[in-house]
């Protein structure tokens, strides 16, 4: 079973940029697709980005377009989000998530995602 832990969020101005990273623990880390998804307060879960576990294809929302990259090592069983250019908008808590699927297809949708982190929290100030 796989345990995953975020870090790196953090209170930044509009502009800025941060990297947060989940780490898994277990020996299965590469059979995941994994997720990165947010909540800000009064919202609901939304899907932020997702990497395959196999060519490493991603997958984002349309606000983060150009602005955020999720990668993942394998080795290091770790996946990372580059996020650049915050905005206020960008502010909630995110969440790294594990999707065992037998599909090749990266979800967008939370509950395809079998494993999540604790979340960590962003703020981004205007």
């Known amino acids: 079973q796989v345990q995953l832990v975020e870090s790196g969020g953090g209170l930044v101005q509009a502009g800025a940029s941060l990297r947060l990273s989940c780490a898994a623990s277990g020996r299965t880390f590469s059979i995941y697709h994994m997720g990165w998804f947010r909540q800000a307060p009064g919202k609901e879960r939304e899907f932020v980005a997702g990497?395959?576990?196999?060519?490493?294809?991603?997958y984002y929302v349309d606000s983060v377009k150009g602005r955020f990259t999720i990668s993942r090592d394998n080795a290091k069983k770790t996946v990372y989000l580059q996020m650049n250019s915050l905005k206020p908008e960008d502010t909630a808590v995110y969440y790294c998530a594990a999707d065992r699927t037998f599909s090749g297809l990266v979800s967008n949708i939370a509950s395809s995602y079998e494993l999540w982190g604790q979340g960590t929290q962003v703020t981004v100030s205007s």
């Open positions: 990497i395959s576990r196999s060519d490493s294809s991603t």
